[in-house]
């Protein structure tokens, strides 16, 4: 008695036809490839195709959408903790998303640098990340001396930290382990803006705040000295 088998689950459609869409891509380069030709290779009409995909630009990046609200969530659904270890993790969702599926994202990313417009369409998804995160730290920040500045400026550190790790990964060809260098330069923006984002989350008119910086292993009798100094002069 032969065990029956079971049904062949396919690939979701939205996936179907990135793929077919980068196999064109790479054999006949961007600009020679139609909407026409990628519903042909799919084997499905152009109302699938438009259906998923807004433009033939948006199917080079299937995946930023549905990435896009993870972070939003995430960020919706923290706590009161640090506001800058909060956004690097949602930094980190990004990082998952190219991990996840190596071989396409090195091919994106060569493709990316190949053509000019999709250069231009990326720095375009990258900035609605950074504004995801920018909104998140003005929120937290709110009622705070250079809050609104702070928000910008940090949520541009970390995009910036998370794509110099992302994009050596990439230009690597896939190769080792992406979370180590993206963590490392996540590591300089907490390091630069986690005491400084401290003294941010004061409210106006509060109590005077007095921040002090010591290297790691300082004694601390050392660093109560240090404290004394800094109120005695404040």
């Given at each position: 008695m032969t065990e029956a088998r079971r049904p062949v689950k396919k690939p979701p459609m939205r996936e179907v036809l990135a793929e077919a869409a980068f196999q064109l891509f790479l054999?006949?380069?961007f600009e020679r490839t139609t909407v026409d030709d990628i519903v042909a290779?799919?084997?499905v009409g152009r109302r699938s195709f438009f259906r998923y995909f807004p433009s033939k630009e948006d199917v080079v990046f299937p995946d930023h959408e549905r990435c896009l609200a993870d972070m939003t969530a995430l960020l919706e659904a923290a706590d009161a903790g640090d506001p800058v270890a909060t956004v690097c993790d949602a930094?980190?969702?990004v990082l998952r998303m190219y991990a996840a599926n190596p071989e396409f994202s090195v091919q994106r990313y060569h493709l990316t640098r190949e053509v000019p417009g999709l250069r231009t369409y990326e720095l375009s998804v990258v900035r609605r990340y950074e504004r995801t995160m920018?909104?998140?730290l003005?929120?937290?920040y709110a009622g705070t001396p250079d809050g609104p500045l702070h928000a910008e400026v940090i949520a541009a550190a970390v995009v910036a930290a998370h794509n110099n790790g992302l994009r050596s990964w990439l230009r690597s060809g896939g190769e080792g382990d992406p979370e180590a260098a993206v963590d490392h330069?996540?590591?300089v923006v907490q390091q630069v803006w986690g005491v400084a984002a401290e003294g941010v989350a004061t409210p106006a008119g509060g109590d005077d705040v007095v921040v002090v910086v010591a290297a790691k292993g300082?004694?601390?009798w050392r660093v109560v000295q240090k404290v004394e100094s800094a109120l005695a002069e404040h």
């Open positions: 054999e006949r380069g290779r799919a084997g930094a980190r969702l920018a909104e998140f003005r929120g937290r330069a996540l590591g300082t004694p601390m």
